[in-house]
């Protein structure tokens, strides 16, 4: 999905939420367990609830990976029906990757062309060789560590790197590297105040902003300092919504909750 | 395996070689692709020819995720046949992940759990709490991304942060995590000029350095900055050895690569 396109997407549904698909099975409605695939039966009565109330869904790798090949077969699933179904959604494989060159292709490969997916989150610890794999393909983007919402940000992104702090570093570094059109980046809704720096950065790119909610990020802050002329705001809520309820009626409380998020955006939007 | 199991079998094998299963099906010998699992027979073929040379194999997840659940289902078989066989070798997930605190929960518990690896490598860009989750695990290694081998490691690892570099700043920060003594750290054997220095700041960590061979890092030099008196060494060759030949004589070629590192070794080891 080309930038434009999502951004038609999300004046036409006056919403710029994305929802985490974070399934533990240790908190998804006990009756679901009795379903060949719970994690992909719980996941398709969140889409179906709530596609029309959001722009993107995200599962994490890791809750997937965590259940071994019965969880990869479910991320599979999952992505399966949200392109045959939702083709007009915008997926974000969050994966956190990030490799040498040729592991990096092999990665990008994974995530861009088997699974379809039309983003994936990356670290950039390795820099401009391990990303710019990734940057390669066409009308897919790579979404880049900046400043994540965990308090082990301040371990090494918010240090001054050269009299820059780290995460900074990172976001006017990787302007220069090839394809960086196709970049977007991760900063913390609980990083909220740092925004204006960021923006003067990068003023136009897309952020993925996970942290909204549960992690206690606001959601009125990020769009005061964070949104563009083109919105350039994709901000995730995961536990918040999917786990609303554990009741049989999971799946409409999951939408009420996306909808007072999807309301806020709509106000925003307007403004 | 405890550290000082792996000490153990590293003067018992007169060898610190880690042996990379970086499996490409575009590399492997074209016989093999008539296997039911050609990748898993291709692990198998080089395990059996090659595990009295090493101590430790480290397959790179990227390679098997490539292939989805099909990847995902060799690498299964790949561990359990490591784990059922050869107990005696250490296992490197080479995964390079991070995230934050309960999503590094998951990944540690489907690394070292229910795939039974000996250690994961992890990147460190997201601070302490993404890390820790790892470190909680007894008789496991977490190997933290400190200096690696691309090129890319300019951009960032050697960059000063308050006037030290990154990667020192990890080396240096990371020991303060709780269960530290669990950590190993990954440096490039292109980088082996930086190990004098290294050894100031973890004098004793064990070092996965790969580098060696294809990407034209040496031997000597990394052990004459980084060998310790409880050697703190392991060294990877993945495509130097794993595709020595693409005959149907692949596992006997790559057997006589390792042993010619292995043979190395062991003259370091008696200096």
Known sequence: MTTQQLVEQIHKKQSFLCIGLD??????PKHLLEEEDPIFAFNKAIIDAT???????????????????KGWEALEKTINYLNEEHPE???????????????????????????????????PYMGKDSVEPFLAFKDKHTILLA????????????????????????????????????????????????????????????????????????????????????????????????????DVNFASAAAQKAEELQKQMQAELTR
Chains 1, 2 share one sequence.
């Open 147 to 246: 400043l994540t919402s965990n308090r082990g940000a301040f371990d090494f992104q918010t240090k001054h790197v050269d009299g820059v702090e780290l995460y900074k570093q990172v976001l006017e570094t990787s302007k220069s590297w090839e394809n960086s059109e196709n970049l977007m980046y991760v900063v913390g809704a609980t990083k909220a105040e740092y925004l204006a720096d960021i923006r003067k950065i990068i003023p136009k790119a897309f952020l993925l902003v996970p942290g909204v909610g549960a992690q206690g990020g606001n959601l009125q802050e990020v769009c005061k300092y964070g949104i563009t002329d083109t919105v350039g705001l994709l901000i995730n809520s995961s536990r918040g919504i999917i786990y609303a309820s554990q």
């Open 51 to 69: 596609h029309h109330l959001c722009v993107a869904y995200k599962p994490n790798t890791a809750f997937y990976e965590a259940y071994g090949i």
């Open 89 to 123: 959604i915008y997926t974000i494989a969050d994966a956190k990757r990030g490799d040498i060159g040729n592991t990096s292709t092999m990665y990008a490969k994974a995530f861009f062309e088997d699974l379809g997916f039309d983003s994936v989150t990356i670290a």
């Open 23 to 28: 399934v533990d099975l240790n908190k998804i």
